[in-house]
C-alpha cells in the first residue's frame, strides 16, 4: 500500500467516523422546533452510503477512467481532505446551531460570516465536495456519478426543506440573504 492509499484509507474512515458522531452529538434538543426536518437525515443517511458503495463498486468492476494521468488520484485525496476538515471548521462554526436534523432553535441567528458570506450552505458544499473527490481518487466516471449524483439530490431536498423552514422563522432577512448568496458553490450556484 502506498503513501496515497494510506492517506485514502485514513481520510474515508475519518469521514465515516466525523459523520457517525455528528448524527449521535448535533441532534436537535429537548427545546427545539423538530418538526421541520421531513425525513431529510434519513435520507441523507441513505443516499451517502449508497452512493459510496455505488462508486467503489463501479470502479471495481468497470473501467471508465477519467484520465490516465495520475493527478485525478491525487486531486480526489486533497478534496476528500478538504471537504472533512473545512466541514469540521463549518460546523465548528455554527456552534450551538449546527444539528443534523433541520431544526430552528429558539434564540436561532442566520450566520452571514465566514463561509456563509459566500454560500448558504457550505457544509453541504464541502460534503459534496468529498464525495467528488471519492468519485476523481476512483478514476472512474461511473464510480463519479455514483458519488456525487445520489448525496447531491440528498442536500437539494434538503435545503429546499431546510431553506423554507428557515424563511418561516425569518422571512425577509431569510429572503434578503438568499438573494445576496449562492446555494452551494460562490458566485455560481
Known amino acids: 500500500m502506498n503513501i496515497v492509499q494510506i492517506i485514502f484509507t485514513a481520510s474515508m ?9 455528528y448524527k449521535k452529538m448535533l441532534k436537535s434538543g429537548e427545546g427545539d422546533r423538530k418538526d421541520k426536518d421531513h425525513s431529510t437525515l434519513n435520507f441523507l443517511w441513505i443516499a451517502i452510503p449508497f452512493s459510496i458503495a455505488g462508486a467503489v463498486i463501479s470502479s471495481n468492476y468497470t473501467e471508465f477512467p ?29 456552534g450551538k446551531y449546527f444539528t443534523v436534523d433541520v431544526t430552528i432553535r ?3 441567528k442566520i ?22 473527490g471519492l468519485g476523481l481518487y476512483l478514476n472512474n466516471w461511473l464510480s463519479l456519478i455514483f458519488a456525487i449524483v445520489p448525496p447531491f439530490i440528498a442536500f437539494s ?28 458553490i460562490p458566485f455560481i450556484y
Request: hydrophobic share 45%; aromatic share 18%; charged share 25%.
Open 111 to 132: 450566520m452571514k460570516q465566514g463561509f456563509y458570506r459566500y454560500v448558504r450552505h457550505p457544509s453541504y458544499a464541502f460534503s459534496l465536495l468529498t464525495s467528488l
Open 157 to 184: 431536498y434538503r435545503i429546499r426543506i431546510e431553506e423554507k423552514a428557515l424563511i418561516e422563522q425569518f422571512g425577509e432577512e431569510y429572503i434578503e440573504y438568499r438573494r445576496k448568496t449562492k446555494k452551494l
Open 13 to 21: 474512515v475519518a469521514w465515516f467516523l466525523s459523520e457517525f458522531l
Open 106 to 108: 429558539q434564540d436561532h
Open 66 to 94: 477519467i484520465s490516465d494521468e495520475v493527478w485525478t488520484v491525487y486531486t480526489g485525496v486533497f478534496f476528500i481532505l478538504t471537504g472533512i476538515i473545512v466541514r469540521f471548521i463549518i460546523i465548528r462554526s455554527l
